[in-house]
């Protein structure tokens, strides 16, 4: 298995026959993707991550904004876009927010994932629901499938005062059918120690507020042909805030917050004749999120008890026929409604139905493979005018056609790519409505990608495998949404007034040999320029936590049995603000974290040791990072 | 720190404020030198060797959560603008998350933290620290008699989500605070009477429908004696002496009603009315530099957020309670300078005019420069979000 896995990301490059050997592992409903992930991880390297941002953060062109600590937000930035322009996907369907547009990765366990596959630009399956084609750049967490009856318990646990037990149990009946559950808990007092490098202050202090407690479970069934999966989550966490300059005898922060998660998810496929496919899926979501504040004990906080609930109903259905032995078309219709309710002084209520309607179609005629489509969207809000009581729909139905073009030119370790792509991105609830902030009248984001690499792939000799990557990118953003002050500081509105151009480079280089050594060597170039306002000292600066230069090494090696992971992820300096001056300037950074691992018949053992030289950073300014840290992992399969 | 305000106070018992100090300054011209004359600036204008004026203060608020407020200067002997000089003074110590508010107390600048939670007071002759003191939420300072009185959106008094404020009171002896009183939702300005009164502008800022009234504080009794319904959210509080004057501005309420400026018979409490012209005035910064004349900044279009701001200058004779002046930015009075106005200051000397811009309020602002015909002079940069301003005299 651990083989099968990573030469089948490497070979997922080369073609279709990778994606058979993927199709075992897990479920992916749809096949013959015309193009190969950006960036792929899989097998143990991914499992003993802590959580799905966890993972990926070595990839290229990514950025994971991280507000430190067990329970802090952790979302990702592909290519400069914006966190909202990522989809993140759990086997082709996507997870929604229509409140902020933002998923934390944090939360999503990778126990139970066979890879996390990161698209530059969209999946290319001719199968695929129209949401897909919709999201500038992509995330798939593909779940992994049991193959045979099988029950293993866990714990995790170490610095930060984490522990986390949790259990899985997979059972095989008739005809494949399979039946999967898992559930977790999660304690953590998540304080660290941090050295407060503001200036002047070069003390050690104790991040606090910082607890966290979580519960997951996770049921999920089904065949080759259809799957259901249900996820519930629920966590109580404190907010520590930033770090700034506060009174000694006040309280940084005492914010909590609740959440509780709710999804059901489904997909069935069929296949009525060799040439003609269909495939539906379907997804109701429950979040409720809560947030208040303890004045009593934190008399800088003002008085907060708040809520927000969402839902989100989803169905897709997609069909695709070959029409000649060399052409493919597929029609894909996705339908979605989203409510969000809270008690927030005159909450808007806002509802939306979104439709999004996609066309596509592919030609592979030997090394050729070519493909196009066009997405049509159209949202259509209904909220409540709160100074006029009414519910109303004026000015708030959105449209677009987004198209894509994509050619690739595949020999034998070669492969070619080039693609164009228009995205679109709805406003958010926030952006829209939220009390006084919100401007109804925004239109969608805007994002242009153009986008052309290369890959090689070759066996040296039997057991080793050598590949690399090449890429260039451009993107054009437009319309960005921004919040600005309005009348004064006191009033701040969303406007469609950021423009960004951001020019990429991106390298990657593997090394495999046999299961027993490998090595990957991952470098990004990124500028990404705030091409906003002439006059603004922000025009033509880098935007904000967009790194120029960034790049990761991983690397394992396998000897008596005991497996050794290195990962180093390094960033140049970066700036809060695209206002480029030196108070904005966030120091360059880089971690280095080892991973020791071993499996002795039914146990297995590792010890993750992250951060190794202590170094002191922060991702986000003013949320400082841990040092070092270890966290133990002890597993028995029964 | 005991030590420090004790001397400071025993320095001058003059406790009118710049007028009182710049009566006996005048022209003496200023030959103290202080430590911060090492500091690295930028030549803005020519050096002034006979104003009595020494420095013009600039409290920049800084972006919230980033803990970037800062405190800059002009020295007006040289011409030099100081960036930081607080940091710079104080071995690179952050002032701390959102300044509000910038006094001047004889020879100390105070000025309340908000998101530090911290009353930090300094030396207006070279920027060292003298005390930190603890208030929750403090918001504006004003001083009257041996205390200094700090408004605070943290009452202990709250229920839902709406929380009362407080005055809290700081004993310029130690720098102690001795207590505190709960006044309206979010109390912003506050000014002192000489009639044994302070006034604070409520807010409600975070409070369903806003505050609309200014609470009459006994300042012997230290208990509120009366609470005058004004107008919705309330903001600055300016108290002339020469007319019995309180005036107060209102940020409206963002809907229906609009910004102003009002006028309150501070010997009988009354709300006077606004003639036509005043009632027109639209407020978003103001000053009063007890020269009979406030100088208030506001924007007509400032419910249009889709259009182009309209901002005007208002000149308004305080005993007559008219507008003598009425400026638009965008006219060629002003130059070509496009700006946000978001803090105003004017020497009563000379009639000088510094406006700051907070731009974005996340980048660095400017501080423009006008003299009293409203000619530019010079503008530079400052920290982020230049907001409160004020001038300096050495107190002897």
Request: glycine share 8%; with cysteine.
């Given at each position: 298995?651990?083989?099968t896995?990573?030469?089948?990301?490497?070979?997922?490059a080369?073609?279709?026959?990778?994606?058979?050997?993927?199709?075992?592992?897990?479920?992916?409903?749809?096949?013959r993707s015309?193009i190969a992930?950006?960036?792929?991880?899989?097998?143990?390297?991914?499992?003993?991550?802590?959580?799905?941002?966890?993972?990926?953060?070595?990839?290229?062109?990514?950025?994971?904004?991280?507000?430190?600590?067990?329970?802090?937000?952790?979302?990702?930035?592909?290519?400069?876009?914006?966190?909202?322009?990522?989809?993140?996907?759990?086997?082709?369907?996507r997870?929604d927010?229509?409140?902020?547009?933002?998923?934390?990765?944090?939360?999503?366990?990778t126990?139970?994932?066979?890879?996390i596959?990161?698209?530059?630009?969209?999946k290319?399956a001719?199968?695929q629901?129209?949401?897909e084609?919709g999201?500038?750049?992509?995330?798939?967490l593909?779940?992994?499938?049991?193959?045979?009856?099988?029950?293993?318990?866990?714990?995790?646990?170490?610095?930060f005062?984490?522990?986390?037990?949790?259990?899985?149990?997979?059972?095989?009946?008739?005809?494949?059918?399979?039946?999967?559950f898992?559930?977790?808990?999660?304690?953590?007092?998540?304080?660290?120690?941090f050295?407060?490098?503001?200036?002047?202050?070069d003390?050690?202090?104790?991040r606090?507020?910082?607890?966290?407690r979580?519960?997951?479970?996770?049921?999920?069934?089904?065949?080759?042909?259809?799957?259901?999966?249900?996820?519930?989550?629920?966590s109580?966490?404190?907010?520590?805030?930033?770090?700034v300059?506060?009174?000694?005898?006040?309280?940084?922060?005492?914010d909590?917050?609740?959440?509780?998660?709710?999804?059901?998810?489904?997909?069935?496929?069929?296949?009525?004749?060799?040439?003609?496919?269909?495939?539906?899926?379907?997804?109701?979501?429950?979040?409720?999120?809560?947030?208040?504040?303890d004045?009593?004990?934190d008399?800088?906080?003002?008085?907060?008890?708040?809520y927000?609930?969402?839902?989100?109903?989803?169905?897709?259905?997609?069909?695709?026929i070959?029409?000649?032995?060399f052409?493919?078309?597929a029609?894909?219709?996705?339908?979605?409604?989203?409510?969000?309710?809270?008690?927030?002084?005159?909450?808007?209520?806002?509802?939306?139905?979104?439709?999004?309607?996609?066309?596509?179609?592919?030609?592979?005629?030997?090394?050729?493979?070519?493909?196009a489509?066009?997405?049509?969207?159209?949202?259509a809000d209904?909220?409540?005018?709160?100074?006029?009581?009414?519910?109303?729909r004026?000015n708030?139905?959105?449209?677009?056609?987004?198209?894509?073009?994509?050619?690739?030119?595949?020999?034998n370790?070669?492969?070619?790519?080039?693609f164009?792509?228009?995205?679109?991105?709805l406003?958010?609830?926030?952006d829209?409505?939220?009390?006084?902030?919100?401007?109804?009248?925004?239109?969608?984001e805007?994002?242009?990608?153009?986008?052309?690499?290369?890959?090689?792939?070759?066996?040296?000799?039997?057991?080793?495998?050598?590949?690399a990557?090449?890429?260039?990118?451009?993107?054009?953003?437009?319309?960005?949404i921004?919040?600005?002050?309005?009348?004064?500081?006191?009033?701040?509105?969303?406007?469609?007034?950021?423009?960004?151009?951001?020019n990429?480079?991106?390298?990657?280089?593997?090394?495999r040999?046999?299961?027993?050594?490998?090595?990957?060597?991952?470098?990004?170039?990124?500028?990404?320029?705030?091409?906003?306002?002439?006059?603004?000292l922000?025009?033509?600066?880098?935007i904000?936590?967009?790194?120029?230069?960034?790049?990761?090494?991983?690397?394992?090696?396998t000897?008596?049995?005991?497996?050794?992971?290195?990962?180093?992820?390094?960033?140049s300096?970066?700036?809060?603000?695209s206002?480029?001056?030196?108070?904005?300037?966030?120091?360059?950074?880089?971690t280095?974290?080892a991973?020791?691992?071993?499996?002795?018949?039914?146990?297995?053992?590792?010890?993750?040791?992250?951060?190794?030289?202590?170094?002191?950073?922060?991702?986000?300014?003013?949320?400082?990072?841990?040092?070092?840290?270890?966290?133990?992992?002890?597993?028995y399969d029964? | 720190?005991?030590?420090?305000?004790?001397?400071?106070?025993?320095?001058?018992?003059?406790?009118?404020?710049?007028?009182?100090?710049m009566?006996?300054?005048?022209?003496?011209?200023?030959?103290?030198?202080?430590?911060?004359?090492?500091?690295?600036?930028?030549?803005?204008?020519?050096?002034?060797?006979?104003?009595?004026?020494y420095?013009?203060?600039?409290?920049?608020?800084?972006?919230?959560?980033?803990?970037?407020a800062?405190?800059?200067?002009l020295?007006?002997?040289?011409?030099?603008?100081?960036?930081n000089?607080?940091?710079?003074?104080?071995d690179?110590?952050a002032?701390?998350?959102v300044?509000?508010?910038?006094?001047?107390?004889?020879?100390?600048?105070?000025?309340?933290?908000?998101?530090?939670?911290?009353?930090?007071?300094f030396?207006?002759?070279?920027?060292?620290?003298?005390?930190?003191?603890?208030?929750?939420?403090?918001?504006n300072?004003?001083?009257?008699?041996?205390y200094?009185?700090?408004?605070?959106?943290?009452?202990?008094?709250?229920?839902?989500?709406?929380r009362?404020?407080a005055?809290?009171?700081?004993?310029?002896?130690?720098?102690?605070?001795?207590?505190?009183?709960?006044?309206?939702?979010?109390?912003?300005g506050?000014?002192?009477?000489?009639?044994?009164?302070?006034?604070?502008?409520?807010?409600?800022?975070?409070?369903?429908?806003?505050d609309?009234?200014l609470?009459?504080?006994?300042?012997?009794?230290?208990?509120?004696?009366?609470?005058?319904?004004?107008?919705?959210?309330?903001?600055?509080?300016f108290?002339d002496?020469?007319n019995?004057?309180v005036w107060?501005?209102s940020?409206?309420?963002?809907?229906?009603?609009?910004?102003?400026?009002y006028?309150?018979?501070?010997l009988?409490g009354?709300?006077?009315?606004?003639?036509?012209?005043?009632?027109?005035?639209?407020?978003s910064?103001a000053?009063?530099?007890y020269?009979?004349?406030?100088?208030v900044?506001?924007?007509?279009?400032?419910y249009?957020w889709?259009?182009?701001?309209a901002?005007?200058?208002?000149?308004?004779?305080?005993?007559?309670?008219?507008?003598?002046?009425?400026?638009?930015f965008?006219?060629?009075?002003?130059?070509?300078?496009?700006?946000?106005?978001?803090?105003?200051?004017?020497?009563?000397?000379d009639?000088?005019?510094?406006?700051?811009?907070?731009?974005?309020?996340?980048?660095?602002g400017?501080?423009?420069?006008?003299?009293?015909n409203?000619?530019?002079?010079?503008?530079t940069?400052?920290?982020?979000?230049?907001?409160?301003?004020?001038?300096?005299?050495l107190v002897?």
């Open positions: 298995m651990r083989l896995a990573l030469i089948a990301a490497i070979l997922s080369s073609g279709v026959y990778a994606q058979e050997a993927v199709l075992r592992e897990s479920h992916i409903t749809a096949v015309v992930p950006t960036d792929t991880i899989s097998g143990s390297r991914l499992r003993s991550a802590t959580d799905a941002a966890d993972a990926i953060r070595s990839f290229t062109g990514l950025q994971v904004k991280d507000y430190g600590g067990v329970g802090g937000l952790k979302t990702i930035n592909v290519r400069s876009l914006g966190s909202e322009h990522v989809g993140v996907f759990i086997d082709g369907i997870i927010n229509a409140q902020n547009m933002q998923v934390d990765l944090g939360r999503f366990s126990d139970n994932l066979s890879s596959e990161l698209y530059g630009g969209q290319s001719i199968l629901s129209a949401v084609y999201s500038a750049t992509a995330v798939h593909i779940s992994d499938t049991p193959a045979r009856n099988a029950a293993t318990v866990r714990v995790r646990g170490g610095s005062g984490t522990l986390s037990p949790s259990f899985r149990i997979d059972r095989i009946f008739r005809q494949h059918l399979y039946v999967t898992d559930a977790a808990l999660t304690y953590s007092d998540g304080r660290y120690r050295h407060d490098n503001y200036p002047g202050h003390t050690v202090m104790v606090t507020n910082t607890d966290i979580s519960a997951r479970a996770e049921a999920r069934m089904g065949r080759k042909t259809w799957h259901l999966h249900a996820y519930a989550y629920d109580e966490r404190g907010l520590p805030g930033p770090v300059r506060r009174a000694s005898a006040l309280p940084l922060s005492l909590r917050q609740s959440d509780r998660n709710l999804f059901l998810q489904g997909s069935w496929r069929h296949t009525f004749t060799s040439a003609w496919d269909i495939a539906l899926k379907g997804k109701l979501t429950r979040d409720y999120i809560r947030y208040r504040t004045p009593e004990h008399p800088q906080s003002m008085p907060i008890d708040v927000y609930r969402q839902h989100q109903a989803y169905t897709s259905i997609a069909t695709s070959r029409l000649t032995p052409w493919q078309a029609i894909a219709s996705d339908i979605q409604y989203n409510t969000l309710n809270s008690n927030a002084r005159d909450f808007t209520l806002p509802r939306r139905l979104t439709a999004f309607s996609a066309i596509s179609t592919s030609i592979s005629k030997g090394p050729l493979n070519a493909s489509s066009l997405l049509h969207t159209i949202a209904l909220f409540r005018n709160t100074s006029a009581g009414a519910w109303t004026t708030t139905t959105r449209r677009a056609f987004t198209p894509s073009l994509m050619a690739s030119y595949t020999s370790s070669f492969t070619i790519n080039a164009v792509k228009r995205s679109y991105r406003p958010s609830f926030n829209l409505y939220y009390t006084i902030v919100g401007n109804s009248l925004l239109s969608p805007k994002a242009t990608q153009y986008n052309i690499s290369a890959r090689f792939h070759t066996n040296i000799n039997a057991n080793t495998a050598v590949t990557r090449l890429e260039a990118y451009h993107n054009r953003m437009r319309d960005k921004v919040a600005v002050p309005t009348v004064n500081q006191f009033r701040w509105s969303m406007y469609n007034i950021g423009r960004a151009d951001i990429g480079a991106e390298a990657q280089f593997s090394v040999h046999d299961d027993t050594k490998g090595i990957d060597i991952r470098y990004t170039y990124q500028q990404a320029l705030d091409h906003s306002n002439k006059k603004s922000t025009y033509g600066g880098q904000a936590y967009i790194p120029l230069h960034s790049g990761s090494v991983n690397a394992d090696i000897l008596h049995g005991w497996r050794l992971d290195i990962t180093t992820v390094l960033t300096e970066r700036w809060s603000n206002a480029n001056i030196k108070d904005y300037r966030i120091a360059p950074w880089w280095l974290d991973r020791i691992s071993r499996t002795i018949g039914r146990i297995t053992l590792r010890a993750d040791l992250k951060n190794i030289f202590n170094k002191q950073y922060c991702v986000v300014q003013g949320y400082p990072m841990p040092g070092f840290n270890i966290l133990g992992y002890l597993g029964f | 720190m005991k030590h420090k305000i004790s001397l400071l106070v025993c320095a001058c018992v003059l406790s009118a404020g710049l007028t009182g100090c009566k006996d300054g005048e022209n003496s011209g200023v030959t103290i030198t202080s430590q911060d004359e090492t500091l690295a600036g930028i030549v803005v204008t020519a050096g002034d060797q006979t104003t009595p004026l420095k013009l203060f600039v409290v920049n608020e800084g972006q919230m959560g980033t803990n970037n800062s405190v800059d200067f020295r007006f002997k040289d011409g030099k603008y100081v960036l000089s607080y940091s710079q003074m104080n690179g110590a002032l701390g998350d300044a509000n508010d910038c006094k001047i107390y004889l020879n100390s600048v105070w000025v309340p933290v908000t998101n530090s939670g911290i009353l930090e007071v030396s207006a002759v070279n920027e060292i620290k003298i005390a930190s003191i603890t208030i929750p939420s403090p918001r300072v004003a001083f009257y008699g041996s200094a009185y700090v408004t605070s959106y943290a009452g202990a008094v709250y229920g839902g989500e709406n009362l404020g005055l809290y009171k700081v004993d310029l002896n130690n720098g102690q605070t001795a207590g505190n009183i709960e006044v309206g939702y979010q109390p912003e506050i000014a002192a009477g000489e009639n044994g009164h302070l006034y604070v502008a409520n807010s409600g800022g975070y409070t369903a429908g806003y609309n009234r609470s009459i504080i006994n300042a012997t009794t230290f208990s509120v004696e009366k609470d005058i319904e004004v107008a919705p959210n309330l903001k600055e509080v108290y002496y020469d019995d004057l107060v501005t940020m409206g309420n963002f809907n229906d009603v609009h910004s102003g400026i006028a309150i018979n501070a009988n009354t709300l006077l009315a606004n003639d036509e012209d005043l009632a027109a005035v639209r407020y910064c000053t009063f530099p020269d009979g004349y406030l100088y900044i506001g924007n007509d279009n400032e249009d889709t259009g182009e701001p901002y005007n200058l208002y000149k308004i004779n305080s005993s007559t309670r008219t507008v003598e002046k009425k400026v638009s965008s006219t060629s009075e002003f130059g070509d300078n496009h700006i946000a106005p978001y803090g105003i200051c004017v020497n009563p000397l009639g000088t005019i510094y406006i700051s811009d907070a731009g974005d309020y996340k980048t660095p400017k501080v423009v420069c006008y003299d009293k409203l000619n530019f002079q010079w503008e940069n400052t920290g982020v979000c230049p907001g409160h301003m004020a001038l300096y005299a002897y």
